[in-house]
């Protein structure tokens, strides 16, 4: 199985790399989460989405995506990346460096 490796770094330091992956158990949450994460990001797996932030939309994502997760059920995890990035894919789909988000 090929291996594809895309080394990428930041071009504006006003800006976050951002990972976002959650769990979340009911199905209404979870659509709520993709439709708030889409607005944002750009959906890379069934549960995870990259994006590339300004502090305010990271601010807005952050608070918006928290207020639909159950606590007590779910998880929601952001993380924020810095500096070089590197982003090794597997798997279905042709991945190309314009593809990958994370710039």
């Not at 993709?34 to 502090?55: D, H, I, Y």
Request: proline content about 2%.
């Amino acid at each position: 199985m090929e291996e594809i490796e895309i080394r990428v770094r930041p071009t504006d330091d006003n800006r976050y790399i951002v990972l976002i992956i959650y769990d979340i158990t009911d199905n209404k949450r979870r659509l709520s989460m993709v439709r708030c994460l889409e607005q944002f990001a750009v959906r890379v797996q069934k549960s995870a989405f990259e994006g590339f932030l300004t502090p305010k939309q990271y601010e807005c994502i952050s608070e918006l995506a928290s207020r639909i997760i159950n606590v007590e059920q779910d998880s929601l995890r952001i993380y924020i990346l810095y500096d070089h990035t590197r982003v090794r894919s597997w798997g279905i789909g042709d991945i190309k460096e314009d593809d990958v988000i994370i710039y």
